[in-house]
């Protein structure tokens, strides 16, 4: 089992920054790639970057240039940092990670950004 704890979100101000991050913890060496997903209210959950164990990361079109996945191995963490933030980034974020052909999810923080 893969345990995911978020942290990080908050209220902010457009065009502020937020950095979340995501400790990882379990059967963490069976890990092949960890990501962040978003869901704005009545909206489905979308995915806005993903890592792999090997360092190779994508971003949503919506976030590319504003928000960078990044890991930190000797911490078991990955982060999101997210930059010129925007009122229709605001959402609960949650941190995912797949593990021996299973999804693991973390609770989720919320983000806030107003006008």
């Known amino acids: 089992q893969v345990q995911l704890v978020e942290s990080g979100g908050g209220l902010v101000q457009a065009g502020g920054s937020l950095r979340l991050s995501c400790a990882a913890s379990?059967?963490?060496?069976?890990?092949?790639?960890m990501g962040w997903y978003r869901q704005a209210p009545g909206k489905q959950r979308e995915l806005v970057a993903t890592?792999?164990?090997?360092?190779?990361?994508k971003h949503a079109a919506s976030v590319k240039g504003r928000f960078t996945i990044s890991s930190d191995n000797a911490k078991n963490t990955v982060y999101l940092q997210m930059n010129s933030l925007k009122p229709e980034d605001t959402a609960v974020y949650y941190c995912?990670?797949?593990?021996?052909?299973?999804?693991?999810w973390g609770q989720g923080t919320q983000v806030t950004v107003s006008s």
């Open positions: 379990g059967s963490i060496f069976s890990i092949t790639a």
């Open positions: 890592i792999t164990s090997r360092g190779g990361t």
């Open positions: 995912a990670a797949s593990s021996l052909g299973n999804d693991h």
